[in-house]
């Protein structure tokens, strides 16, 4: 597993969300699509807790990493 | 009777999906024989659980709710157990919790107040849905749906903890196979919620507890219609004779 720091992650993580939002149609993407903890979330809502770096975001960002063969240091 | 009791508040939009899955829980233990108790909306408070658990012997707990590691709500997030207080209510129970995180701290402390097994998540349980279709037929939701009622009905069936969360793990399994060469990145969300779901599912207690399905008595068709010749038999033995 290659290592990279939380920024990078963070950066990585933010590009995938915005190809995810390029894939769906305009009318989809503040529409409810990942449930996190019970909680609905758009693809918009996901960019926005990544880029602020909410409870949510950052959990996001360690999960992501870690699915694509990432281990934060 | 072998009792089942469903808990399912579904006031809020994620919770009417586990909701729905829940209760599709319910004709399979009506097949099998089971009576259902079918606990919904403001009937989900822990003083409502309480008192039928008190009142009645419940066998099976099928529990739907938000959760953290140590709070399970019910209606209008109202808390059914915190801080493993009230826990001790599920005492002799056999339950699948679909709530998040419980599996950290609650489960594992009600297991250890007589709740004869459990199984859950020790993760945040997470999904996808599409809103252009309705709960019961969107495809997003769909392998989460079939996880839960596979859970549910490998339970009824009266199969062992252990038996369960291999037959919960192992339809996460063929629903990431069969997502697998699905292209776009919806389906690469739900492959990624399957392989999280399914890493955090946990079983708890008596590994080889099972609750013992009610006994149904199910007849062949020459049953039936030896049956219906004895009856007739009987019946027209039975005549006055004129």
């Keep these: 597993m290659s290592q990279i720091s939380f920024s ?5 993580v933010l590009a995938r969300l915005r190809q995810w939002l390029q894939e769906l ?21 996901l960019i926005r807790e990544v880029e602020m770096d909410t409870e949510v975001g950052k959990k996001y960002t360690y999960d992501e990493a870690k699915r694509m063969g990432y281990a934060i240091v | ?17 586990a909701s729905y899955w829940l209760g599709e829980g319910i004709p399979e233990a009506q097949r099998r024989g089971y009576r259902v108790i079918d606990m919904i909306e403001d009937a989900c408070t822990f003083d409502r659980l309480k008192a039928v658990l008190e009142e009645e012997k419940v066998d099976v707990c099928i529990m739907g709710g938000h959760g ?16 493993c207080q009230g826990d001790e ?10 709530s998040c995180s419980v599996g950290q701290e609650l489960l594992p402390d009600m297991v250890s107040k007589g709740a004869i097994s459990t199984i859950g998540y020790q993760v945040d349980f997470q999904f996808m849905v599409n809103e252009s279709f309705s709960i019961e037929q969107d495809p997003y939701a769909e392998p989460f749906k079939d996880i839960t009622v596979t859970i549910i009905k490998k339970l009824l069936d009266g199969a062992t903890l252990k038996q369960v969360w291999e ?9 990431i196979q069969k997502l697998w060469n699905k292209t776009g990145t919806d389906w690469a969300e739900v492959i990624a919620c399957l392989e999280h779901d399914r890493d955090g599912m ?18 062949t068709i020459p049953q039936i219609a030896g ?16």
């Excluded at chain 2, 007739?232 to 004779?241: A, E, I, R, T």
Aim: proline share 7%; net charge positive.
């Design chain 2, 167 to 175: 037959a919960g793990v192992a339809k996460c399994n063929e629903w």
């Design chain 2, 202 to 219: 946990i079983a708890l207690g008596n590994k080889e507890s099972y609750v013992l399905p009610p006994k149904i008595m199910r007849l």
């Design chain 2, 227 to 242: 049956l219906a010749f004895i009856f007739f038999l009987v019946v027209s033995h039975k005549s006055p004779q004129v």
């Design chain 1, 8 to 12: 990078e992650a963070k950066d990585l």
């Design chain 1, 25 to 45: 149609p305009e009318a989809e993407r503040g529409r409810p699509r990942k449930i996190i903890d019970f909680k609905p979330y758009s693809v918009l809502d």
């Design chain 2, 1 to 17: 009777m072998t009792t089942v009791l469903f808990f399912r508040p579904n006031k809020d939009f994620a919770m009417q999906y």
């Design chain 2, 68 to 83: 953290n590691p140590t709070v399970f709500t019910g209606f209008e997030q109202q808390i059914v157990f915190k801080a």
């Design chain 2, 89 to 98: 209510v599920m005492a002799g129970t056999i339950s699948h919790f679909l």
